[in-house]
């Protein structure tokens, strides 16, 4: 089985979990405000359970990695690296801007061989835009 995490597109949060032939057994998402990642986790939950799977039963981890807002690209990658950690099982990362289609799940589900690492680091499509204080506080005397 492989498990399917989209965290990036703003206001959405997709999970899938396909066999291993890459055909998609399930899907749930979820509307969110603001990047509302934190819901990922049950998002999950409920879909392993509405397809009667326990986590044990996932094989790999396919999420995308970016690019898109900070928080959400970062619990993303980190709910995929913990399944990754945790059960012993690859992670592969993936960069899309837009939401996955059926298609594409399915393609890059079935590339076993391309599932290779433990881990995936995030691409965020720009360099950060750290700025100085907006506020200059003074200094304690």
């Known amino acids: ?16 979990i ?5 055909h998609i057994l399930g899907h749930r998402q979820r509307v969110v405000q603001w990047h509302g990642a934190e819901f990922a986790l049950g998002l999950v939950d409920r879909l392993l359970i509405a397809c009667s799977l326990k986590p044990r039963q996932v094989r790999r981890v396919l999420v995308v990695r970016g ?5 959400a690209v970062r619990i993303g990658l980190v709910l995929a690296n913990t399944f990754g950690y945790v059960l012993n099982i690859p992670v592969r990362g993936v960069t899309t801007e837009k939401k996955l289609s059926d298609k594409v ?25 750290i700025s100085q204080p907006k506020r200059r506080y003074a200094k304690a005397r």
């Open 1 to 16: 089985m492989t498990l399917v995490i989209q965290t990036n597109t703003q206001g959405r949060l997709h999970v899938w």
């Open 105 to 129: 799940i399915e393609r890059l589900a079935s590339q076993h061989a391309k599932f290779q690492k433990r881990s995936v680091r995030p691409w965020y499509g720009k360099e950060p835009n």
């Open 67 to 71: 690019p898109g807002a900070f928080s």
């Open 18 to 22: 396909c066999d291993d032939h890459g």
